[in-house]
């Protein structure tokens, strides 16, 4: 019963660790908002800051950090095709030839 017990204050810690990195990069965030920055920046800021939480909780909370490769590379996979998708519009956008 101790063994699961250390388990359990060793995973709690963990949660508490990732919970203050969240907070402080929610705060980060709101200031980031605040910086006089044209908005092309502060987009692609915020979108960094975001990157980094959303990694936290799926890596700490959905134990990710800890699974296979195989499903690592397929979600690796999955972010590149919907990368891909999302800039499709944009380069369609982009072309010079007007129909």
């Known amino acids: 019963m101790t063994a699961h017990n250390v388990d359990v204050k060793s995973h709690s810690?963990?949660?508490?660790?990732?919970?203050l990195a969240?907070?402080?990069?929610?705060?980060?965030?709101?200031?980031?908002?605040y910086l006089p920055t044209n908005v092309g920046v502060g987009i692609i800021l915020a979108l960094i800051i975001a990157s980094v939480k959303s990694t936290l909780v799926a890596g700490v909370f959905m134990h990710l950090f800890g699974e296979k490769k195989i499903i690592i590379w397929t979600l690796i996979l999955?972010?590149?095709?919907?990368?891909?998708?999302?800039?499709?519009?944009?380069?369609?956008?982009?072309?010079?030839?007007?129909y």
């Open 13 to 19: 810690k963990k949660y508490i660790k990732v919970y």
């Open 78 to 98: 999955t972010i590149i095709f919907f990368i891909f998708l999302i800039l499709i519009p944009l380069f369609s956008s982009l072309d010079s030839i007007k």
């Open 22 to 33: 969240l907070m402080v990069l929610t705060v980060l965030t709101v200031y980031a908002s």
